[in-house]
């Protein structure tokens, strides 16, 4: 699935940090669904609490710390995610699947995939050492712990108070829902007052950096790529409508910026802006992207919020600053008419000139739930007309369009290739779910 080519002298001079990557995506899960915000990072705080506290060795350690920061990546549906607030949950394997899933197909958190995968099992006096068949992973069972925790914590207006309940409740199920073991690691760490106040700490991203195991372990351009592609595909696959729409762009854009002479760094980041642009529409409602009729007023503004969140989270990520505004502004104008900035000219980059392009021509040329996608000659027609009202770029377009046959076959080619790994996939996720 990922056989990007970059060369070394570009990988030598990007670095990004793994943290900021993990912490930007567990971010964006949370738009799924605001009642679940930072779900993902305090279950992580309380793991990795509960396993400093227990002096684990690093892998077991750091095995915790990332499975739990992504555990609930396959609730990518909004239900699924609404049915994980029930502290006694019903087929709760569902996401935990997917997200196993999900996990094996990225070479950088594929470790993690059968703790995802298991981390709904319950011990069940045993039992739960096996799940289908096959050895549940120790440490699922403390993530299971510290997600059925931060479920009973959440919405907790007084967690000091509210504490010897809460460790009443897990201590109660120990040996039936959870595996003894860190049952009695969790009250030894719960009589820390600091340990509940972290919980729900307004500095929750620095506390979770401060526990990270990989806090110094950098990415270069070719991973950072490889995980753009797994943004992408999160992102994607909610909607066969859009399912392949950021390998569309990316691949666009990258080739309209090689033919305007970019450098081969800025093209791969390019790319990388390209898959990552559309991340904030995790926040907006499925039904609105496969709508077929006109969304309403107040429908249409959730939507347009889409890329300033998109900017939101990606400026997480220290050293993407290029990548973060050319993906966050692919719906600027350059006459001001876009959004969410309402940017003119004088405040518009190259690469977000390449972006605003890329995004209109291939969403031009897909089939969408209110039309057929368009022949390359009706996109151009449209392109000149955007460009003509003073919109988009002149030179953008006339590179588009000068280098049609190699970009069409690109983006043809791309997409297919994406399809093929969406439609694998989804392939492999309905046999695990039977």
């Not at 996990?103 to 958190?109: A, D, I, K, N, T």
């Not at 600091?194 to 401060?210: A, E, G, H, P, Q």
């Not at 991340?279 to 409602?285: E, N, S, T």
């Amino acid at each position: 699935m990922y056989n990007h080519e970059v060369t070394s002298d570009v990988i030598s001079t990007f670095r990004i940090r793994l943290f900021d990557m993990i912490c930007a995506l567990s971010t964006a899960l949370d738009l799924l669904d605001p009642a679940l915000g930072s779900h993902q990072k305090r279950t992580c705080l309380i793991a990795a609490q509960i396993a400093r506290n227990m002096a684990l060795d690093d892998n077991d350690y750091q095995d915790v710390f990332g499975a739990a920061i992504f555990h609930d990546i396959g609730a990518i549906g909004l239900h699924d995610r609404l049915a994980m607030l029930d502290f006694e949950e019903h087929d709760a394997h569902t996401h935990a699947r997917l997200g196993g899933l999900l996990l094996s197909r990225f070479p950088g958190f594929n470790r993690y995939a059968p703790l995802v995968h298991c981390h709904h099992v319950q011990w069940n006096y045993g039992e739960g050492a096996q799940h289908e068949g096959k050895a549940v992973p120790l440490m699922s069972h403390l993530i299971y712990l510290a997600d059925r925790i931060e479920v009973l914590a959440q919405g907790q207006d007084n967690i000091l108070g509210a504490a010897p309940e809460i460790v009443e409740q897990i201590c109660d199920a120990s040996g039936r829902k959870f595996h003894p073991l860190f049952v009695e690691a969790f009250s030894k760490t719960a009589q820390q007052e600091s340990f509940w106040l972290d919980i729900f700490s307004k500095n929750l991203d620095r506390i979770l950096m401060d526990l990270a195991p990989f806090d110094n372990i950098d990415l270069d351009l070719e991973q950072m790529l490889q995980f753009a592609q797994f943004f992408a595909l999160v992102i994607d696959s909610r909607s066969h409508f859009t399912a392949t729409h950021s390998a569309g762009v990316a691949i666009t854009a990258e080739t309209i910026a090689r033919n305007l002479g970019m450098s081969a760094q800025e093209c791969t980041k390019m790319r990388m802006a390209g898959y990552l642009h559309d991340l904030g529409k995790l926040a907006v409602p499925n039904e609105y992207i496969e709508r077929q009729g006109i969304l309403e007023e107040k429908e249409m503004a959730r939507v347009r919020s889409h890329s300033y969140l998109t900017l939101d989270i990606l400026s997480m990520i220290k050293g993407l600053e290029d990548v973060t505004e050319w993906a966050a502004c692919h719906h600027e104008r350059l006459d001001g008419s876009g959004y969410p900035y309402h940017r003119t000219s004088t405040e518009l980059s190259l690469g977000a000139r390449i972006m605003a392009v890329a995004d209109v021509y291939t969403a031009l040329t897909e089939d969408r739930p209110y039309r057929s996608g368009m022949r390359p000659s009706e996109v151009l027609a449209m392109l000149d007309e955007l460009k003509d009202q003073g919109k988009l770029d002149p030179i953008v377009v006339n590179t588009l369009k000068e280098n049609l046959p190699s970009i069409e076959a690109a983006r043809i080619r791309a997409q297919s290739q994406e399809g093929l790994d969406l439609i694998e996939f989804w392939q492999l996720a309905t046999k695990s779910l039977q």
